[in-house]
Every structure is written in structure tokens, then in C-alpha cells.
Nanobody
């Protein structure tokens, strides 16, 4: 069982930056692939970024590539999402997710993830 708690959301102006954190409980954090997803009002939850258990492989949605960076610190049981050059269309609730995955790679489909956090709101004003 893994519990995930996101933090770092808030309100910023377009062009600004935020850093989201996701703290995980449990001793086996380093065996989990991790992902960030987001859901805007009236829309489906969508993939944002993901990272393999070692951190050596990462993937991004085209809409955030070059602006967002996912990273992890296995010693701290934490995954991060650095968000730069934020746009109003980035406004959403951001969720952290974990998938126990023995392969050193990441997954991009929300249906594949086993555990989810409660989400943190990100609002970008124009």
C-alpha cells in the first residue's frame, strides 16, 4: 500500500513557475514508476509526465514538453514536477500516481496506475 500526498499548488500569473511535490509513504517507493496527471473542469484526466523507478527515463505530454520537468528523490520518497512558463490552459487539479513496475521505464495511461493522491489545484491567470 502506498499513500501519496501532493503539495505546492497555487495561483500564478501566466509565465510564472510552480514546483509540485508528491510525498509517498512506504519502504518500496524506489520500485514504483511515478506519474503526474491533471484534470481541468469538465475534462478527462490527462497524462502530464512520468518517470521510471530509477529516474533515468522520463516522458512528457506534448503540451508540456520543454516547460515541465519531472524528477524524483528516492531517498526522500518524493517526486517533483517543476512547471515553468505556465499558461492559463495549464489550470487544473494535478494528481500524483504510483505504479509498481519492475521495468525501469514509465507508463503514460492513467488506467495502469495503482495509487493516487488527492490532488493539488494549479490556477494560472492570464
Amino acid at each position: 500500500q502506498v499513500q501519496l500526498v501532493e503539495s505546492g499548488g497555487g495561483s500564478v500569473q501566466a509565465g510564472g513557475s510552480l514546483r509540485l511535490s508528491c510525498a509517498a509513504s512506504g519502504r518500496t517507493f524506489s520500485s514504483y514508476a511515478m506519474g503526474w496527471f491533471r484534470q481541468a473542469p469538465g475534462k478527462e484526466r490527462e497524462f502530464v509526465a512520468a518517470i521510471s523507478w530509477s529516474g533515468s527515463n522520463t516522458g512528457y505530454a506534448d503540451s508540456v514538453k520543454g516547460r515541465f520537468t519531472i524528477s524524483r528523490d528516492n531517498a526522500k520518497n518524493t517526486v517533483y514536477l517543476q512547471m515553468n512558463s505556465l499558461k492559463p490552459e495549464d489550470t487544473a487539479v494535478y494528481y500524483c500516481a504510483a505504479k509498481q513496475y519492475g521495468v525501469n521505464y514509465y507508463r503514460t495511461y492513467k488506467e495502469e496506475y495503482d495509487y493516487w493522491g488527492q490532488g493539488t489545484q494549479v490556477t494560472v491567470a492570464s
